[in-house]
């Protein structure tokens, strides 16, 4: 799977718009962009994932370039709830394959 | 909504011992995953089951070993524990192996 890379660490104010960016200049056709984060200590949580188009569902929204190179996840009003660890994942498809964490972004939303 | 269950949720116990952690999937769910997450790390893959056959390896210790049952919940049995088996075991599921991991509240394991 493609290696992807993201900011250690990002701030934002309760209400407004988180946008996490991700780095995957690497992938391949066939992988996917997937989003877990990890509130501390808890299991990691999906979120999103896409393919070549923009993706929207109840908790985010994943914008992804033409070129696949890199994506964008949008929190559109965060919450204090919403501080966790972000994990951007590229992943192909396959029986039963595994995720690769690298070291996520750091999220911390502020008062 | 159902979740992934694990048990026992803490766990502690000394060196040489041996342990065993239990997965219980979401129903329905056939694929099942277990992760190592060590203090400071991010979560490592150690292997998973696709309908009770072993489907992918990462970098399990031989000291451990898993399966997956007939009704498909999962055991990862540990033996000749050793201090830096001192981490959280996640277990996630999937309803395919080609669908999203939803992930367990984890077992902290802890060896004195």
């Known amino acids: 799977d493609a290696k992807t890379t993201q900011p250690t660490s990002m701030d934002c104010a309760e209400g407004r718009a988180a946008n996490l960016p991700c780095n995957h200049s690497t992938i391949s056709g066939n992988e996917y962009v997937y989003w877990y984060r990890q509130i501390h200590s808890q299991g990691p949580q999906y979120i999103i994932h896409g393919l070549k188009n923009n993706e929207t569902n109840e908790m985010a929204s994943l914008i992804i370039t033409e070129d696949r190179k890199s994506s964008t996840l949008i929190l559109p009003h965060a919450t204090l709830r919403d501080t966790a660890v972000y994990y951007c994942?590229?992943?192909?498809?396959?029986?039963?394959?595994?995720?690769?964490f690298g070291s996520g972004t750091q999220l911390t939303v502020l008062p | 909504a159902a979740g992934v269950i694990q048990s026992p949720r803490h766990l502690i116990k000394e060196k040489r011992e041996t342990a065993t952690l239990k997965c219980y999937p979401i129903p329905r769910h056939d694929t099942v995953y277990w992760y190592q997450q060590g203090p400071g790390q991010d979560p490592q893959f150690l292997i998973s089951f696709y309908e009770k056959m072993q489907s992918d390896k990462g970098s399990i210790p031989d000291r451990f070993s898993a399966q997956q049952f007939s009704d498909y919940h999962s055991e990862l049995n540990m033996s000749s524990l050793e201090l830096g088996d001192s981490a959280l075991y996640f277990c996630?599921?999937?309803?395919?192996?080609?669908?999203?991991?939803?992930f367990g509240p984890g077992t902290r394991l802890t060896v004195l």
């Open positions: 994942i590229a992943f192909s498809s396959g029986s039963a394959r595994q995720l690769t």
């Open positions: 996630a599921s999937s309803s395919t192996p080609y669908n999203e991991q939803f």
